[in-house]
């Protein structure tokens, strides 16, 4: 299948290092790509050259044939790009309901959503909002906590929560900074279903992860970083018996 999701020659440094050096990646619709490398190695500044949070300093970042490698976050958003931040990042004084409606909002017409909330011209979109907002909810296993603030929700929770924003702008491609860390078994493994079922309705994925051994079981093809670079890059297997891999993680 055609890549949903084209970077090539992708960098950026910071003081004159650089943190990403001519990285080339695709992903297709319905594939998940595991980004993986030891810490430093670029992970996180990929992720944030690909969701708009940095500009490039060289290389694109294609999606479906349009470059928004010059876009700003907002505008990658409401193009399909979906990102779920390392640190659980949930608006605070907010419930769990109201911060998934500020992703549904990302799709929507008019301006904030906390204007939805209050003209009485855009009660029907705030109601769609709502009903669209819960239904992610839902989807991540969320539905009994809507009405407590974000803050107060235990990490899984605050993940869940943000995956639910996410999905809730409708995203094409779907970027995840290390969800599983912090995480227990039992919610590892519901995260990792729940990714499952997403690549399965067609969804392409970047999973940024440090543990091998959560991307080796999703992943479709992985791309390992080392000091900017691709390392290697095939699926799980592959690259986990690569030399240079091994040597990579052990000199961590
Ligand atoms: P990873 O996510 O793989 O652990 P990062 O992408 O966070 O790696 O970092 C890659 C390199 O870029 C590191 O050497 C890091 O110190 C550097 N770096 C990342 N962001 C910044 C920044 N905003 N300013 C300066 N250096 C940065
Ligand atoms: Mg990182």
């Known amino acids: 299948m055609a890549p ?3 970077v090539r020659g992708l960098s950026r440094s910071f003081g004159g290092v650089y943190a990403v050096r001519d990285v080339d990646l695709d ?3 319905g594939q998940l790509r595991g980004l993986i490398g030891p810490n430093g190695a670029g992970k996180s500044t990929v992720f944030n050259l690909v969701g708009g949070q940095l500009p490039p300093h060289a290389g694109t970042v294609t999606l479906d044939g349009q470059r928004i490698d010059r876009l700003a976050p907002h505008r990658r958003a409401a193009l399909g790009v979906g990102v779920v931040f390392q640190a659980a990042r949930v608006f605070h004084g907010m419930t769990a309901l109201e911060n998934v409606m500020v992703g549904a909002h990302a799709t929507t017409r008019s301006g904030l959503v906390a204007a939805a909330l209050r003209a009485p011209s855009h009660r029907r979109e705030e109601r769609e909002i709502r009903d669209r907002a819960a ?5 991540v296993g969320l539905e009994d906590w809507a009405d407590r603030p974000a803050e107060t929700l235990p990490l899984g929770q605050q993940r869940a929560l943000q995956l639910a924003r996410a999905l809730c702008g409708r995203p094409r491609l779907l970027l995840l900074d290390e969800p599983a860390s912090g995480l227990r078994a039992g919610e590892r493994q519901a995260l990792a279903t729940l990714l499952d079922a997403l690549r399965a309705g067609g969804l392409a994925m970047i999973l940024v992860e440090h543990d091998m ?3 080796a079981r999703l992943a479709d093809r992985v791309t390992v970083l080392h000091l900017g670079r691709v ?7 592959q690259v986990r018996a690569d030399p240079a891999v091994v040597s990579a993680y052990l000199g961590e």
């Open 135 to 139: 239904e992610c909810l839902e989807r």
């Open 4 to 6: 949903l999701l084209a």
């Open 231 to 237: 390392l290697a890059e095939g699926t799980a297997a």
């Open 27 to 29: 992903v297709a619709p």
């Open 213 to 215: 051994a959560f991307v």
